[in-house]
T-cell receptor
Framework: DAGVTQSPTHLIKTRGQQVTLRCSPK?????VSWYQQALGQGPQFIFQ???????QRGNFPDRFSGHQFPNYSSELNVNALLLGDSALYLC??????????????FGPGTRLTVL | AQSVTQLDSHVSVSEGTPVLLRCNYS??????LFWYVQHPNKGLQLLLK??????LVKGINGFEAEFKKSETSFHLTKPSAHMSDAAEYFC????????????FGTGTKLQVIP
């Protein structure tokens, strides 16, 4: 059983460009959450998707957007990249009907470098 | 609102000695609490979780944590450190008000000295 997978592993972009990161959840999971982890920091919650809709959002600007597909996979899009967007982007999946007790399983992350 | 504070950014122990990583939390609801470990260039792995059952929670690799509501703490312990325990550890809180919205602590880097 494959766990959470993310692509690409690494990405280098320049300021002002746009980027799309992808995530496939663990089998049987229907909820995907995205996190940004800057160097030396803990992950910061970006947003969560369930039933193809954004269910909640952290303190991130509208430049950060996402999408969830019918097969539960998800994309994170970042427009007008800034140097400060350089970070490890983590995807986590879980099961929606176990709201409080379920564990989020994390993928290995995508390392984004903005030059 | 929820928050979590990891009281030590770095902890250094000798191999074979006990490990204590401290975490305090704040939550408006009855929280779930988690400890995750992150090895260099690897993803986050769940060590253990508390979800309102037994207050002493046992996890993988010999780690355990005790939920103390009166102290709003969820400290992580291990009786004997191993070299492979060297990593970054994150305390995480999730409460009913947030639909699995989780808040991570800033992390504690554990160094194990041979």
């Amino acid at each position: 059983d494959a766990g959470v997978t993310q692509s690409p592993t690494h990405l280098i972009k320049t300021r002002g460009q746009q980027v799309t990161l992808r995530c496939s959840p663990k089998s049987g999971h229907d909820t995907v959450s995205w996190y940004q982890q800057a160097l030396g920091q803990g992950p910061q919650f970006i947003f969560q998707y369930y039933e193809e809709e954004e269910r909640q959002r952290g303190n991130f600007p509208d430049r950060f957007s996402g999408h969830q597909f019918p097969n539960y996979s998800s994309e994170l899009n970042v427009n007008a990249l800034l140097l400060g967007d350089s970070a490890l982007y983590l995807c986590a999946s879980s099961v929606a009907d176990r709201v409080l007790t379920d564990t989020q399983y994390f993928g290995p992350g995508t390392r984004l470098t903005v030059l | 609102a929820q928050s979590v504070t990891q009281l030590d950014s770095h902890v250094s122990v000798s191999e074979g000695t006990p490990v204590l990583l401290r975490c305090n939390y704040s939550s408006s609801y009855s929280p779930s609490l988690f400890w995750y470990v992150q090895h260099p260039n690897k993803g986050l792995q769940l060590l253990l979780k508390y979800t309102s059952a037994a207050t002493l929670v046992k996890g993988i690799n010999g780690f355990e944590a005790e939920f103390k509501k009166s102290e709003t703490s969820f400290h992580l312990t291990k009786p004997s450190a191993h070299m492979s325990d060297a990593a970054e550890y994150f305390c995480v809180v999730s409460d009913l008000g947030g639909y699995q919205k989780v808040t991570f602590g800033t992390g504690t880097k554990l160094q194990v000295i041979p």
